[in-house]
């Protein structure tokens, strides 16, 4: 019998919709008899409690302490390593975000395992776990095992169907913080950007721009279909080095990685760095007044014309069919 532990995510007293998919990855990577433990880091977790104990898991770890309200690496990487003392997992699951993508590494020297990030696929091959990821900015995939354990996978969001809440009560034990002797780096503030109602990278829909933006206030015909659609407004690195957007927006190799169910990308060429972030969408809309530009190679549906006339077409289209 083996234990996977899921490293929990949540913000707001929410756990994030990565998590649900880590565990969904935790029960592909584990045989029948397997144990399922989630590591749950932060401060005032009361309110996640009763959530995660409706998680089909054998334990819950919670470890809260003040030092712990923001994500630090240097201190979620020692209440984490306390929480794998306790747990002795054979296998860790990350979300692929901006936290697990910190956390992952520093936990894999840390405990001295092996890690393959980015993982879009589990399966179980004649009783051994394969992972898949994309490389070569998605042009391919590669599928990999691991030699030897504990091991560390992050997950890429939006791709492992998450697991539906139980009634499979939990064990909940607190881990109590050993507090570092001193921490090389203190988060002072966190300045939130309010702008997307939407977190990025669990949209299922996101409208995303490029230079053909031409401006910050070409933006908001996006945004106003984004939000029309219940999505998040993505950008190109060149919309985001001309001052159009905030580079918290930019997709792609050097940005963040979606995999919505429907990507449109507005006045976005197609380079192979932007394409890294997004080619695993599901459905792609190019808008585009080039008929050559390279992202129609990888488009579904594909409109050449000026975005600033499709866009606001497409929003009064789907407001007639959306009420
Ligand atoms: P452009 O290539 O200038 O394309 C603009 C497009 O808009 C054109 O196709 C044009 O036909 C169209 N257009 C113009 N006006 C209109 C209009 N009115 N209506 C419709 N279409 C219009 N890029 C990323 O996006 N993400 C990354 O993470 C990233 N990382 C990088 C890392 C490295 C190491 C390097 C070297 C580059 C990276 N880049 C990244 C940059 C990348 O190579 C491209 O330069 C960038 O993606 C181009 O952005 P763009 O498509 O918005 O601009």
């Given at each position: 019998m083996s234990k996977i532990l899921v490293v929990a995510e949540h913000r707001d007293g929410v756990l994030r919709q990565v998590t649900y998919e880590a565990i969904q990855a935790a029960t592909l990577s584990s045989a029948e008899n397997d144990q399922l433990h989630v590591a749950v880091i932060g401060h005032q977790l009361e309110s996640l409690t009763e959530s995660l104990s409706r998680i089909d898991a054998e334990k819950v770890y919670l470890t809260d302490h003040p030092d712990l309200q923001q994500y630090n690496p240097e201190a979620y990487a020692t209440a984490l390593k306390q929480v794998i003392d306790a747990s002795n997992p054979d296998g860790i699951i990350f979300g692929h975000t901006a936290i697990g993508r910190d956390l992952a590494p520093i936990i894999s020297a840390k405990i001295d395992a092996g890690q393959i990030s980015d993982v879009t696929n589990i399966e179980n091959v004649d009783d051994q776990v394969v992972f898949t990821r994309p490389i070569y900015a998605g042009k391919a995939f590669e599928k990999k095992v691991f030699q030897s354990s504990p091991w560390v996978v992050t997950i890429r969001p939006n791709n492992i169907s998450a697991a539906d809440p139980s009634d499979g009560k939990a064990e909940v034990e607190n881990i109590e913080y050993a507090k570092p002797?001193?921490?090389?780096?203190?988060?002072?503030d966190v300045v939130r950007?309010?702008?997307?109602?939407?977190?990025l990278s669990e949209a299922k829909i996101v409208v995303s721009g490029g230079?053909?933006?031409?401006?910050?206030?070409?933006f908001k015909p996006l945004q106003e279909l984004a939000d029309l659609l219940g999505g998040a407004v993505g950008a190109s690195r060149g919309a985001c080095d001309a001052d159009y957007c905030d580079y918290s927006l930019q997709i792609g190799q050097t940005g963040k990685v979606v995999t919505p169910e429907v990507y449109i990308a507005c006045g976005?060429?197609?380079?192979i760095q932007h394409v890294a972030g997004m080619s695993q969408s599901k459905i792609i809309v190019a808008i585009n007044k080039?008929?050559?530009?390279?992202?129609f190679k990888i488009a579904d549906y594909g409109i050449v014309g000026d975005l600033f006339e499709v866009v606001p077409l497409l929003t009064e289209e789907f407001k007639k069919v959306l009420g």
């Amino acid at each position: 019998m083996s234990k996977i532990l899921v490293v929990a995510e949540h913000r707001d007293g929410v756990l994030r919709q990565v998590t649900y998919e880590a565990i969904q990855a935790a029960t592909l990577s584990s045989a029948e008899n397997d144990q399922l433990h989630v590591a749950v880091i932060g401060h005032q977790l009361e309110s996640l409690t009763e959530s995660l104990s409706r998680i089909d898991a054998e334990k819950v770890y919670l470890t809260d302490h003040p030092d712990l309200q923001q994500y630090n690496p240097e201190a979620y990487a020692t209440a984490l390593k306390q929480v794998i003392d306790a747990s002795n997992p054979d296998g860790i699951i990350f979300g692929h975000t901006a936290i697990g993508r910190d956390l992952a590494p520093i936990i894999s020297a840390k405990i001295d395992a092996g890690q393959i990030s980015d993982v879009t696929n589990i399966e179980n091959v004649d009783d051994q776990v394969v992972f898949t990821r994309p490389i070569y900015a998605g042009k391919a995939f590669e599928k990999k095992v691991f030699q030897s354990s504990p091991w560390v996978v992050t997950i890429r969001p939006n791709n492992i169907s998450a697991a539906d809440p139980s009634d499979g009560k939990a064990e909940v034990e607190n881990i109590e913080y050993a507090k570092p002797a001193s921490l090389r780096t203190v988060i002072q503030d966190v300045v939130r950007n309010t702008s997307g109602k939407v977190d990025l990278s669990e949209a299922k829909i996101v409208v995303s721009g490029g230079r053909g933006v031409k401006s910050a206030d070409g933006f908001k015909p996006l945004q106003e279909l984004a939000d029309l659609l219940g999505g998040a407004v993505g950008a190109s690195r060149g919309a985001c080095d001309a001052d159009y957007c905030d580079y918290s927006l930019q997709i792609g190799q050097t940005g963040k990685v979606v995999t919505p169910e429907v990507y449109i990308a507005c006045g976005i060429s197609g380079a192979i760095q932007h394409v890294a972030g997004m080619s695993q969408s599901k459905i792609i809309v190019a808008i585009n007044k080039d008929p050559e530009a390279p992202i129609f190679k990888i488009a579904d549906y594909g409109i050449v014309g000026d975005l600033f006339e499709v866009v606001p077409l497409l929003t009064e289209e789907f407001k007639k069919v959306l009420g």
